[in-house]
């Protein structure tokens, strides 16, 4: 039970009686006549008992999409209700316009529509619908709070999306459906046409030829059916935030243009992800429908604090198979991590895979380093260098071990890794 305005004003009124007849025991009777007042409206407010209310289901959606709460009131009393409805949800649903005015008749139902715009990954939760009647008088409140389970699941944002067709484009080039044939040591076999000058007397088919009055050679397609193991490190070291996006999220959306890149190549995907203990782990069949369980099973992943354990993540890449797969590093180019962690085991995994280790850079380190306006930025722009000197040096110490390294900014690391993919693709080095 709550009150409202309306008994502050009632109270106020308290003074005409208080002039009218000056004693002690006025102002209190006034109080006790207005205390009965709201109380028997109260009494006579509908009964929130009456009232039942179910939630439709949400979903999962993007991150930075929109999604609306549906909430159906249905009246199981025998008198029309004017009903106040809150629903709440946790802060970072976004859940705005949450506050709703019904009018139900007996026996009748409302809908309530609440907007949400998630603010973060993973599942977000109803916290309970506020149930609010008013009396005749509008003075005294009936109220309660019911719970009606609820939740959004907010998927990683795939802003690197809009890369996606010009990479398909060029898909489409290398694996036959335009006139381009690529030939190069591992791909597969396509067709057999006639030699024209500048093909490469290698690729002759003299059997072929022996039965034609013609030279033919064979021309090759990139190799499809290859493994994409894509591992992400959730590690203290992805919580950093550059241009105000975590390291972790940038490498999310990465993943997942590689990996529908991939699958339209008719490449399976392997994910795994973890710190020092495997987190998420997810095996796909092939097809082209990989985006959305990978996005799912991203989706609650959040930073750990504390170092990774590449000889456990290791460990889960060569549980995934001993095939010879492309292996995607979704890990900081931080050189103590890196050198402690990662170099012990990183010959482990060159021995047997394709291993590419992508990275999102600070672009402010740039800044700094260019600045050289007063002394304090000579001493930052000394110190931006010395960063990037050991960023640089722990990438030639990868390199030497027989790993790519792609060190870029945010934005541009999901294209750039999707370019190497490609360029690796065409070459048939994977």
């Keep these: 039970m709550t009150i409202t305005g309306r008994v502050l004003v009632l109270l106020a009124l308290g003074i005409v009686p208080v002039v009218l007849q000056p004693d002690p025991v006025t102002p209190w009777a006034w109080a ?3 205390a009965v007042v709201v109380a028997l409206d109260v009494a006579l407010a509908p009964s929130l008992r009456d009232l039942e209310v179910t939630r439709s289901p949400v979903g999962s959606i993007r991150l930075g999409t929109g999604a609306t709460s549906r909430l159906l009131v249905r009246n199981r009393g025998s008198r029309a209700v004017r009903l106040a409805l809150r629903d709440a949800w946790q802060p970072t649903a976004g859940a705005s316009g949450n506050r709703h005015d019904l009018r139900i008749a007996p026996g009748g139902g409302a809908r309530a529509a609440t907007p949400l715009l ?7 939760r109803a916290a309970g619908v506020t149930l609010r009647v008013r009396g005749p008088l509008g003075l005294g409140v009936r109220q309660r709070t019911v719970d009606v389970p609820g939740s959004v699941r907010a998927l990683p944002a795939f802003d690197s999306r809009k890369h996606l067709p010009s990479r398909l484009a060029r898909l489409r080039e290398l694996d036959g459906r335009s006139a381009l044939r690529v030939r190069g040591q591992g791909t597969e076999f396509d067709s057999l046409r006639e030699y024209v000058r500048g093909d490469d007397v290698r690729s002759i088919d003299w059997r072929a030829s022996a039965r034609t009055r013609n030279v033919v050679v064979r021309t090759w397609q990139p190799e499809r059916d290859r493994r994409v193991v ?5 590690s203290r070291t992805s919580a950093g935030r550059v241009d105000d996006v975590p390291r972790l ?4 959306d990465a993943a997942l243009l590689l990996a529908a890149l991939a699958s339209r190549a008719g490449d399976r995907i392997d994910f795994l992800a973890g710190d020092r203990v495997v ?22 992943l959040g930073p750990v604090i504390a170092e990774a354990d590449w000889r456990t993540l290791a460990g889960g890449v060569q549980e995934l198979g001993r095939r010879r797969a492309l292996v995607v590093l979704l890990t900081p180019l931080e050189p103590a991590s890196i050198e402690e962690g990662l170099l012990p085991v990183l010959p482990t995994l060159t021995r047997h895979h394709r291993v590419v280790v992508a990275s999102v850079r ?10 050289r306006s007063d002394v304090d930025a000579v001493y930052a722009a000394v110190a ?21 390294v792609l060190d870029t900014d945010a934005e541009r690391l999901p294209p750039v890794l999707a370019d190497h993919y490609l360029a690796l693709k065409a070459r048939g080095q994977l």
């Excluded at 998630?118 to 977000?124: A, N, Y």
């Excluded at 600070?362 to 600045?371: E, H, I, K, Q, V």
């Design 32 to 34: 006790l006549v207005v």
């Design 118 to 124: 998630p603010r973060r990954r993973g599942d977000l």
């Design 230 to 234: 894509v591992v992400l490190d959730t």
């Design 249 to 252: 999220d940038s490498a999310m």
């Design 279 to 300: 987190r998420r782990r997810l095996r796909t069949g092939g097809g082209t429908s990989v985006v959305h369980p990978l996005s799912e099973a991203m989706a609650d």
């Design 362 to 371: 600070d672009p402010a380190l740039d800044a700094l380093a260019a600045d």
């Design 384 to 404: 931006a260098e010395q960063t990037a000197a050991r960023r640089r040096a722990t990438a030639d110490l990868l390199r030497a071990l027989g790993a790519d």
